[in-house]
Nanobody, 120 residues
């Protein structure tokens, strides 16, 4: 059974910080590119950041510099450090694990999401 369990979300004031964690089980963690996505009410689910096993990262322009994605393969965990938070960052944040089987078949797993609310 594959499970991705997010934690660390909550309510924070503008300018504050949060660190999200996603603990994975049921997969060979090092074989997957890990990522964070977010979905605000009435909006599409958008990429926030991804990280490969080799440490290559990719960020949405809106979060670059402010957010940092990292992974600890020994703990099967991916993190998202969020600094200088803005109200526009308010969303449900989802953890994602992705790989391509045989170079042809894409496989994705998703967590249930954790709410991040940035408000005074």
């Amino acid at each position: 059974q594959v499970q991705l369990v997010e934690s660390g979300g909550g309510l924070v004031q503008p300018g504050g910080s949060l660190r999200l964690s996603c603990a994975a089980s049921g997969i060979i963690f090092s074989m997957y590119t890990m990522g964070w996505y977010r979905q605000a009410p009435g909006k599409q689910r958008d990429l926030v950041a991804t990280i490969t096993n080799g440490g290559s990262t990719n960020y949405a322009d809106s979060v670059k510099v402010r957010f940092t994605i990292s992974r600890d393969n020994a703990k099967n965990t991916v993190y998202l450090q969020m600094n200088s938070l803005k109200p526009e960052d308010t969303a449900v944040y989802y953890c994602n694990a992705a790989r391509v089987v045989g170079g042809v078949i894409p496989v994705d797993y998703w967590g249930q999401g954790t709410q991040v609310t940035v408000s005074s």
